[in-house]
């Protein structure tokens, strides 16, 4: 199944972040935190065929009384459909905005009238949480700056240390208190249970 994957930047997303025209050529091509963990996930039918930054994203634009996140993950789904593609698998920082959560989950709901599945959710409050989180460390989506204690506690900064967490953890083992993460995970793990590969 064709995967359209979309985060904030490269650490989520990885090459996935850059315009097409400057993406690196397959051998040299990083791949992100979020492929990452979704790889680690989804049997290997479930490729990433394209992704997209999450600033760059063309919101939907019917229903003018939609806020401004539920459009972006309606439009995901849009593009997805348009191009032919089985899911959109994304992650989305909270950055202290419970409103914004509240506005994603509404835009995974009304996405459903695309024929795409739609799995995604905000990382709280940040995706250097869910490191944080797979290397077994409590209330991680509770810390005040998750990205600097992930540096000064445990030497890790940037996008290829961090995905080497992810292709390392014992995904079963993460911090159980880590809500979003273990939400997001089961999404993807009830998809693969539910679709054909």
Same mark, same amino acid.
């Given at each position: @199944?064709?995967?359209? /994957?979309?985060?904030?930047?490269?650490?989520?997303?990885?090459?996935?972040?850059?315009?097409?025209?400057?993406?690196?050529?397959?051998?040299?091509?990083? *791949?992100?935190?979020?492929?990452?963990?979704?790889? =680690?996930?989804?049997?290997?039918?479930?490729?990433?065929?394209?992704?997209?930054?999450?600033?760059?994203?063309?919101?939907?634009? !019917?229903?003018?009384?939609?806020?401004?996140?539920?459009?972006?993950? $309606?439009?995901?789904?849009? $593009?997805?459909?348009?191009?032919?593609?089985?899911?959109?698998?994304?992650?989305?920082?909270?950055?202290? !905005?419970?409103? *914004?959560?509240?506005?994603?989950?509404? +835009?995974?709901?009304?996405?459903?009238?695309?024929?795409?599945?739609?799995? #995604? +959710?905000?990382?709280?409050?940040?995706?250097?949480?869910?490191?944080?989180?797979?290397?077994?460390?409590?209330?991680?989506?509770?810390?005040?700056?998750?990205?600097? =204690?992930?540096?000064?506690?445990?030497?890790?900064?940037?996008?290829?240390? @961090?995905?080497?967490?992810?292709?390392?953890?014992? /995904?079963?083992?993460?911090?159980?208190?880590? #809500?979003?993460?273990?939400?997001? @995970?089961? $999404?993807?793990?009830?998809?693969?249970?539910?679709?054909?590969?």
């Amino acid at each position: @199944m064709k995967i359209l /994957l979309a985060g904030e930047g490269p650490d989520d997303i990885g090459d996935w972040s850059a315009e097409i025209e400057y993406r690196p050529t397959a051998e040299s091509f990083k *791949r992100g935190v979020v492929e990452v963990l979704l790889g =680690r996930l989804a049997p290997e039918s479930w490729r990433v065929a394209n992704g997209v930054r999450w600033k760059k994203i063309r919101k939907y634009r !019917s229903g003018e009384h939609r806020k401004p996140e539920t459009r972006n993950v $309606q439009g995901l789904a849009l $593009q997805a459909s348009e191009a032919g593609y089985g899911a959109v698998v994304f992650s989305r920082d909270r950055d202290r !905005s419970v409103q *914004r959560e509240k506005d994603i989950v509404a +835009g995974i709901e009304q996405s459903q009238r695309f024929g795409v599945r739609v799995l #995604g +959710g905000c990382a709280v409050e940040e995706l250097e949480a869910w490191i944080l989180a797979l290397l077994g460390v409590a209330h991680s989506e509770s810390s005040a700056d998750a990205k600097a =204690r992930l540096r000064d506690e445990h030497g890790i900064a940037g996008r290829e240390q @961090m995905v080497e967490v992810v292709e390392a953890a014992d /995904l079963d083992s993460a911090a159980i208190d880590a #809500g979003s993460l273990r939400v997001w @995970m089961n $999404q993807i793990r009830s998809a693969v249970a539910e679709l054909p590969e």
